[in-house]
């Protein structure tokens, strides 16, 4: 709360990436088959889909400015999306256009039309949604590739410094 209560509504803050579902700042849950089993011994996915809902639900109570992202993931072993499906829609009832996701893959071989980039599509116009590069692009091509693909269904797509370092990558930009 306290970190809302100094910064939220901040003109120059433009979301808040939620975390606390996942490891490493993602959404991804389970790592192995083993973690799946142990998920389901004690309840399966509607148990990480009801932690997400309230763990975005604290965000928004910190954040009732601010929009929010959530970096999209798969809670289970191997990159099984329904359960973050599922808590994406539940999110976007409770909390309507002030929950977004960002999907954090983008590069020019990104699929258009794949579930992440159907539903960033199709909630950028009202919600906050993005994609950030998966990693540094290795030439200008590869930059304006990815940039065109993130334009085309986003508000706002990240890249990493080092795109920006390069006099070439600029006149991309």
């Known amino acids: 709360m306290a970190m809302g209560t100094k910064y939220d ?3 120059n803050l ?7 579902q996942g490891y490493g700042g993602q959404a991804t849950f389970c790592k192995s088959l083993a973690d799946d089993a142990e998920l389901a011994a004690v309840g399966g ?3 990480w889909v009801n ?18 992202i959530v ?4 809670p289970l072993y191997p990159n099984q999306l329904d359960g973050f499906k599922t808590a994406t829609a539940l999110c976007l009832t409770s909390y ?12 020019p071989a990104s699929s258009t039309t794949g579930w992440q980039a159907s539903e960033i599509n199709a909630l950028s ?11 540094a692009s290795a030439t200008a091509t590869d930059l304006a590739q990815s940039i065109e693909i993130g334009e085309t269904s986003s508000n706002l797509f990240e890249v990493y410094s080092s795109d920006l370092k390069l ?5 991309t930009l």
């Open 9 to 11: 509504a901040i003109p």
């Open 96 to 107: 309507g256009t002030h929950f977004g996701i960002k999907y954090n893959g983008l590069s």
């Open 71 to 74: 970096n999209i993931g798969a």
């Open 14 to 20: 433009s979301y808040v990436i939620v975390t606390g």
């Open 51 to 68: 932690a997400f809902v309230s763990i975005v639900g604290l965000y928004i109570n910190a954040f009732p400015q601010t929009p929010l």
């Open 45 to 47: 996915i509607n148990v």
């Open 167 to 171: 006099v070439s990558d600029l006149t």
């Open 125 to 135: 116009p009202t919600n906050p949604v993005g994609f950030q590069m998966l990693a």
